[in-house]
């Protein structure tokens, strides 16, 4: 099976910063917004460079939604960054109104989400953001699953005319994706082939998702792992094509698994091709304190929960 | 430019419209409506410069939201009327398939409107980002808004009253309906504001009071000063008294008539006291 190599750990939000660096030299029409997190979102460098383009709106996220959405107003590319629980739950109604039904070309970029927030614990860790966005009409939402991901993410949504929520983390993790490879919205990435079981993930499971492939392989089992990059719109060809083959399935997100990534893929498979899955994803539950790694662990959101819940799916077949 | 006279013939068409509107479909908000005759005829007819082919993004022109959108009767009226869509189109108000929504929208791609409004304080917001984007653009015009006094309770607002004022956003007026009117009763039972000049003031903006926001000079008077403060490091503000309801008589000075439309009987007597001037739809 392909093995990816990890070529040394990076924050994904430091993707997102980089990205937005370069957009910054390259679309003059992008600006951006921080409600008192700019360290904390790796926007140091796009202030710096372009004071003139960047609008520090204080902690008042709500405000600074309807900012964003006024700036498109003038042909401005407004990209918004705070943690995903200040940049979804809190806003909610201003994303919906002044952003979504008002068609407005905002970019929502979240750092973060999940429990890999680790110590702050569960009033910051949000899991529950993917589904707050993916319900909003005319929403397009992505996850991404490393540093590289994430600049490349960050670089195409500003060519994209519509609103984005744009999903990344805190935690270093494993770099692995081509760098500067190219990001297509909406297209899943197969990253291995396989014919036991499809393992569709997105964020920081990707990589969990590929080393619980090899772990599977090691037991003889052929696992086709897909990163979903764009929970909406999604790639739901690419999701039947392999699920047809393989026949199961196991979802795998930092995500509450009402509302997530999981659920999209079944009303996908059972409007086209029922199959059993398995959700790796919290269950209904808030977050706490802890490392990252902890955390994962104890929600079961790691390649060992992954390994197991492909073997259950297995049975089910 | 208009005469006063036409001016005020335009505003008695206006209130005709909003009220065979609400009247039509049995919904809407008549009262607020009624009350910002004036200023939005003010506003579309005198004092804003702006193209008549409509432009989302709003370069080179004054733009205009509204942020309390329940009063969207005399919104699409006075859009209708000074040529943004067909004045016929007013037949549709609320109606299925219309692109006169309920709360006005962008999502019908009805010419005039630039943001969906509705859920109430987010207006001021979303005006400072279009007053951010001309600065930016270097487009010497201004942006404008209205809101509800009622509206001022929702913590958006002295969100972006903050941030104007301490990011000396001057290219922006924004004006308060002063009815002293919302749903449940008076401002003043529902939740007591205070002083709103002196909060405003005390943010760090320039505030004037226009008294009778009901009287189309005053009005005028009072958007032409607020034009003249712009540029001078400050966001303004008008504090403009209106009477809710005004203009038929037993619809004013009361709250009752926020959301409910006049029954056939009482559009008679409504609309005998705004004869036609311009010619209904």
Known sequence: MKKYTNTGNKDTRSGFGAGLTELGKTNENVVALCADLTGSLKMDDFKKNHPERFFQIGIAEANMIGIAAGMTIGGKIPFTGTFANFSTGRVYDQIRQSVAYSGKNVKICASHAGVTLGEDGATHQILEDIGLMKMLPGMTVINTCDYNQTKAATLAIADFEGPVYLRFGRPKVANFTPENGKFEIGKAVNLTEGTDVTIIATGHLVWEALQAAEQLNEKGISAEVINIHTIKPLDEKAILASVKKTGCVVTAEEHNFLGGLGESVSRTLVENFPAPQEFVATKDTFGESGTPEQLMEKYGLNAEAIVKASEKVLKRK | ?281
């Open chain 2, 1 to 281: 430019m208009p005469n006063t006279k036409e001016l005020e013939n335009f505003v008695t068409q206006v209130r005709r419209d909003i009220l065979r509107q609400v009247h039509k479909v049995n919904s809407g908000h008549p009262g607020g409506s009624l009350g910002c005759a004036e200023f939005f005829t003010a506003l579309y007819q005198e004092v804003m410069d702006y193209n008549s082919d409509f432009d989302m993004n709003g370069i080179g022109e004054d733009i205009f939201f509204l942020s309390n959108g329940h009063i969207s009767p005399v919104f699409y009226s006075v859009l209708a009327r000074s040529g943004y869509f067909p004045v016929e189109e007013l037949n549709t108000f609320r109606l299925i398939n219309s692109r006169l929504q309920g709360h006005p929208t962008t999502h019908e791609g009805l010419p005039g409107i630039r943001i969906a409004s509705g859920s109430l304080g987010q207006g001021l917001s979303v005006a400072i980002g279009a007053a951010e984007a001309k600065k930016l653009n270097k487009d010497s015009h201004l942006v404008y808004t209205l809101h509800g006094d009622g509206e001022l309770q929702e913590g958006q607002n002295w969100e972006a009253i903050m941030y104007a004022a301490g990011n000396k956003i001057d290219n922006l007026i924004a004006s308060v309906d002063l009815n002293g009117q919302q749903i449940d009763g008076s401002t003043d039972q529902v939740l007591p504001m205070g002083n709103l000049k002196a909060k405003f003031e005390a943010f760090g903006w320039d505030v004037l009071e226009v008294k009778e926001g009901n009287n189309i000079s005053k009005v005028i008077e009072g958007l032409n000063e607020a034009k003249s403060r712009t540029g001078k490091g400050k966001p303004v503000c008008i504090l403009m008294t209106t009477v809710m309801g005004h203009g038929v008589d037993f619809m004013m000075h009361t709250h009752k008539w926020h959301g409910v439309a006049p029954n056939d009987e009482q559009l008679e007597n409504a609309l005998a006291q705004n004869p036609e001037t311009l010619g209904d739809y």
